[in-house]
């Protein structure tokens, strides 16, 4: 079992940035993996980016240039740094960890981008 908690978002303008928090506490040592998902109003939740315990990444292509990934140096910890953010960015956040397949989730966290 994993909590998450996140924090960080908020409104900002059309091109402007913001930096998403996650810490984890539990079973840290088992995480395979941790991601970051979104979902806005109307549309399925989706993969914003993830980073595994090898450090490998993968982002969504709708944010590969804009959006990273990172992990503190205690492990438990993962953020998102959101740069150049498009109204289309807006959703709520969520972020996750995985332990050989099982999901857990934090509570999540409003983004809404101005135009």
């Known amino acids: 079992q994993v909590q998450l908690v996140e924090s960080g978002g908020g409104l900002v303008q059309a091109g402007g940035s913001l930096r998403l928090s996650c810490t984890a506490s539990?079973?840290?040592?088992?995480?395979?993996?941790m991601a970051w998902y979104r979902q806005a109003p109307g549309k399925q939740r989706e993969l914003v980016a993830s980073?595994?315990?090898?450090?490998?990444?993968n982002y969504a292509d709708s944010v590969k240039g804009r959006f990273t990934i990172s992990r503190g140096n205690a492990k438990n910890t993962v953020y998102l740094q959101m740069d150049s953010l498009q109204p289309e960015d807006t959703a709520v956040y969520y972020c996750?960890?995985?332990?050989?397949?099982?999901?857990?989730w934090g509570q999540g966290t409003q983004v809404t981008v101005s135009s």
């Open positions: 980073i595994t315990s090898g450090s490998s990444i």
């Open positions: 539990g079973n840290i040592l088992r995480i395979n993996t």
């Open positions: 996750n960890a995985q332990i050989w397949g099982i999901f857990s």
